[in-house]
Every structure is written in C-alpha cells, then in structure tokens.
C-alpha cells in the first residue's frame, strides 16, 4: 500500500505530464515553487485541513474530502481526477487565476480553450479554418 507522500507525488507527476509546470502549478495552488519541490520529493506534503492542501484540491479539480481519499489509497488515481465531486469555481475566480500566469501560459490557456470548444461542438480545427482561409476554391470574389 503506498502511502501519502508517494501518491501525492503521484498526483503532481500527473498534473506536470499533462502540461502544467512547476511554476505555474504552485501559482495555481498559491504556494512557492520550493514547496511544489519539496512535495515532489517527498520531503512533507499539506496538512489536510491547511489551504495549500485546499489548494492543491481545488486546482487538481477535487474537494478536500476527494484529495484525502486519493491520498488514503480509498480510492485511484483516475477515480479521483474524474471525480463526481468536483470543485466548482466562479468564472471571476478562473479570470483571477489567469490573470497570475504569465503571457505565455494565458496563450496556452487561450488555445486549449478553442480545441476544447472546437471539439466540444464539433468546429473545424483552427488548422482546417486556417487551410480553408488560405485556399483559392474558398476566396470571396471581388
């Protein structure tokens, strides 16, 4: 059975394979990136009644209550990034959580969004639009 510090690595690895870095990772959760450091090597981890650990909750997309059971080996890996229990933000707290990224990370943040709406209702890609713009069969004649 691991234990909390081994899944809470586990998490983290996740979140950074998925695209996230350190940085932006413990901007996201409201930490230093020291701290994002320490828990990756297993050095400590949050107390689960502190705000890092609500933080890391919220931003990995879960509750408390969630996180613990993960980190508790009661539930997986996958169970808790598909939770039911998500955490429910505002969109003024996702505009607040933008505005602390980098230009960079906002363009990233910019482009997910298209191909998430783009697949979600069944747009062209921006690479189709874009091959279409730029072909002679589809120009607007003068």
Avoid: C
Avoid at 31 to 60: C, H, M
Avoid at 132 to 142: E, F, Q, Y
């Amino acid at each position: 059975m691991e234990n909390r510090q081994d899944r809470l690595i586990e998490l983290i690895e996740s979140m950074l394979s998925s695209g996230w870095n350190q940085t932006s990772l413990s901007r996201a959760i409201g930490v230093s990136q020291p701290t994002i450091g320490r828990w990756l090597a297993g050095k400590n981890l949050p107390e689960p009644n502190s705000n890092n650990f609500k933080g890391l909750a919220r931003t990995t997309g879960g509750t408390a209550e969630s996180l613990l059971l993960y980190l508790d080996s009661e539930i997986s890996l996958d169970e808790y990034l598909s939770s039911d229990t998500k955490y429910s933000r505002t969109p003024e707290q996702i505009k607040a959580d933008i505005l602390r990224l980098d230009p960079t990370e906002i363009a990233a943040v910019i482009a997910f969004s298209a191909e998430v709406l783009a697949k979600k209702f069944q747009y062209p890609s921006t690479e189709t639009v874009s091959q279409n713009l730029h072909s002679t069969d589809n120009k607007v004649p003068a």
